[in-house]
């Protein structure tokens, strides 16, 4: 079991929505306040690329191909991370990754990721 787990991806047509969920087991528990927290993606044969973070302040940050259109929350009494995607187009489709990464980028923690396509 990883110690973050991504849920909600799927199949959606273009201009639909899609929320992803990520959830951070009980081991890292004490750093997910304490750390930023990111959603990353990788389409088929590019590299991975920084969709959204969220600080730990709530300072919130999107790559401009997403802007307007995805939005990053938190529950930090869940433990949960959100990825709220709406305008959904055919190059949104990749494998999304939520991650825990301190400031200084020298601890981080990832999820297995979760394939999300968007296609007629």
């Known amino acids: 079991q990883g110690q973050l787990v991504e849920s909600g991806g799927g199949m959606v047509q273009p201009g639909g929505s899609l929320r992803l969920s990520c959830r951070a087991s009980r081991m890292i528990f004490s750093v997910f306040t304490q750390y930023d927290l990111h959603w990353h993606r990788q389409a088929p044969g590019k590299q991975r690329e920084l969709v959204a973070s969220i600080t730990t302040d709530g300072r919130t940050n999107y790559v401009d191909s997403v802007k307007g259109r995805f939005t990053i929350s938190k529950d930090n009494s869940r433990k949960m991370v959100y990825l709220q995607m709406n305008s959904l187009k055919p190059e949104d489709t990749a494998v999304y990754y939520c991650?825990?990464?301190?400031?200084?980028?020298?601890?981080?923690?990832w999820g297995r990721g979760i394939q999300v396509t968007v296609s007629s």
């Open positions: 991650a825990l990464i301190h400031s200084t980028g020298d601890d981080q923690y």
